[in-house]
């Protein structure tokens, strides 16, 4: 996941559009890439594994307007990084 989120920040909505169009077989290039620009502005996707809690914070908020779930549960209830950030000191730059 890390590497992905690396390449993702790497990489113009338009190289993103392009690797995973086949995916969204009903949405032209053009819709796909300009959906993935506004994404990328809006910094929906983390550059890294790790979760902050505002980023928790901000989840729960958007599950909980969308009536997904009920109630929210504490960030040092529900997240653990060990292993994201063990990731992160295993993995090169630009890997």
Same mark, same amino acid.
């Given at each position: 996941?890390?590497?992905?989120?690396?390449?993702? /920040?790497?990489? @113009?909505?338009? $190289?993103?559009? !392009?690797? *995973?169009? /086949? %995916?969204?077989?009903? =949405?032209?290039?053009? @819709?796909? @890439?300009?959906? =993935?620009?506004?994404?990328?502005?809006?910094?929906?996707?983390?550059?890294?594994?790790?979760?902050? +809690?505002?980023?928790? *914070?901000?989840? $729960?908020? !958007?599950?909980? &307007?969308?009536?997904?779930?009920?109630?929210?549960?504490?960030?040092?209830?529900? *997240? %653990?990084?060990?292993?994201? &950030?063990?990731?992160?000191? $295993? @993995? +090169?730059?630009?890997?």
């Amino acid at each position: 996941m890390y590497r992905a989120q690396q390449w993702m /920040a790497a990489h @113009t909505a338009a $190289e993103l559009a !392009a690797c *995973v169009a /086949a %995916d969204f077989p009903d =949405l032209s290039q053009t @819709t796909l @890439t300009h959906a =993935l620009a506004r994404y990328t502005t809006l910094r929906v996707w983390n550059r890294t594994p790790m979760m902050q +809690p505002e980023g928790l *914070v901000w989840l $729960e908020a !958007a599950c909980l &307007s969308g009536e997904y779930i009920q109630h929210g549960v504490p960030y040092d209830r529900c *997240v %653990d990084m060990r292993f994201a &950030s063990q990731v992160i000191q $295993e @993995t +090169p730059a630009g890997a």
